[in-house]
């Protein structure tokens, strides 16, 4: 075969992908494992993964006509001296990454068996990235005369489950139970052989993608269980906490709301946390849930008696998990909802009492600004008064010293009667006494820019 990517035009690139030329590959009878790696960081670990395909390549030593290789997307055939051929497939998912193998005998009278895989020289070794959440190991036979007894002596399990999918005679049947090396199996057998060749990788592709997202919608499940416990008693407490608070608050003084805000504030962040963390793990199972039904409706099946019907099982498991799930999520954001009513009604009641706290400083301030303007008032009347008094007493000591000062030129024969001459000037004393007062006020006032 030429080298697939160089021979593909870029007008058919946009309509074709890889997994197109990967079914010209596929044939049955075969042998197929199918392992899913769920990544702890897929940005950062999703283009790592594409190594673990590139490993298996070379160990294989896989020519490059034979692979193709894409971003997220590769296969590689091998194919060993006595003519069997061995597929690797990688594919890169949202949060997990796929590894398929398939060892199709040249003989197809060849017997298989569940187990490792026999190809030649093929030694598989469990990748170091990431964890491997499910793992199935699927026999596609060329028989088409089961017995029920054969088919349960291959399935582990008590109980086994089958159907005809794509309305054809194609039967799936699995036992949902793994077997001593952690593999679910799966047998995949038809009456018309072209009919089973048509759609093998049809059949292949819904067993993978049920299995896969199966297991995803079921992995946060013990914390889930853990989680509604968790939710219970945070919801106690917080009702506790919620009566406690609804009786006190009238009466509740400004250290005991500070303790209830410090306390709530606490477990509202470690209820935020917990909440966001339960959010994360459970948002994807909507999707998840909707791709289960999507795939299962595209299998179209019929019954396969005297089986169990495939999908009942997995319906029934992922409908109330997916389910108990959203509720979940519902009760979680209800319970973040109260502890935010709760912090409100504390604020609320803050609020009021500084409201109150402002009234009683308002009216504090009132009674003390009036104090000061009686004050004030006094201070201004004692302040005209003792300026009355300083125009007297300055008018006094002038009239003293005129007093002095006419009896010394009544002796000079100046004036004929000095005591004459000091009751004439009292009135220009006071008068120049008032002048004095005024004058040194206005030069204050000026200095103090009032």
Known sequence: MSDIQSADKPSKRYHKTGNNYLEEWLDFPAHIHHMSFRMSNPPEERPKSQAVFLGLAKQMQIRGTNRVISEKFAYGVAEAPNGDRLVIAWKAHTEYYSLQIWHIPKDKQTPLAYGPILFPGFDFQKPALGDCFHTLDIIVSAKN??????????????????????????????????????????????????????????????????????????????????????????????????????????SADTATIQEWLTHLTLDFMDASRFAEGMRFRLSAS????????????????????????????????????????????????AFVSDFQSIISVIRARVSLMLQQQSLVLEDQNLRLLVNVDKTTKSQAILQHTVESLSVIVIAYYLSGLGSYLFKAVEKMGWIKSATLASGIFVPISLMISLGLILVGRKIIHKQMNI
């Open 145 to 250: 005369d089961f017995t029920p007894e054969e088919i349960n002596q291959m399935l582990p399990g008590h109980h086994t489950y089958g159907s005809q999918v794509f309305t054809e005679e194609i039967a799936v049947v699995t036992s949902f139970t793994s077997d001593a090396d952690l593999r679910e199996r799966y047998l995949v057998y038809a009456a018309v052989p072209d009919v089973l060749l048509r759609h093998l990788s049809q059949v292949i592709d819904g067993i993978v993608t049920i299995e896969t997202y199966y297991h995803l919608l079921m992995l946060p499940f013990n914390a889930f269980s853990r989680a509604v416990d968790h939710v219970h008693v945070l919801e106690q407490k917080l009702l506790k906490r919620a009566e406690s608070i609804s009786e006190k608050i009238g």
């Open 286 to 333: 909507v999707p998840y849930r909707d791709i289960l039904h999507t795939t299962i409706r595209a299998q179209q099946e019929r019954p396969l008696p005297p089986f169990l019907p495939l999908y009942d099982y997995v319906l029934g498991t992922v409908s109330g998990v997916g389910d108990g799930y959203q509720q979940l999520i519902k009760r979680i954001d």
